[in-house]
């Protein structure tokens, strides 16, 4: 997230989404791909997925 411009999230060989990196690494999408429950916490002046 600190690095990229954009990126793209797959899963299956199959595109599940691409932007920036705060359109891309979603809970939503997250969960979509990986199957965990996750939030996006904004601390410090950067961005940090944190699995529950």
Do not use: Q, W
């Given at each position: 997230?600190?690095f990229c411009?954009?990126?793209?999230?797959?899963?299956?060989?199959?595109?599940?989404?691409?932007?920036?990196?705060?359109e891309v690494?979603t809970p939503?999408?997250?969960?979509?791909?990986?199957?965990?429950?996750?939030?996006?916490?904004?601390?410090?002046?950067?961005?940090?997925?944190?699995?529950?």
């Amino acid at each position: 997230m600190r690095f990229c411009n954009r990126i793209v999230m797959m899963c299956n060989d199959n595109i599940v989404a691409a932007g920036s990196p705060d359109e891309v690494l979603t809970p939503e999408n997250i969960k979509a791909v990986y199957g965990v429950d996750a939030v996006i916490e904004h601390s410090y002046g950067r961005d940090r997925v944190i699995i529950l």
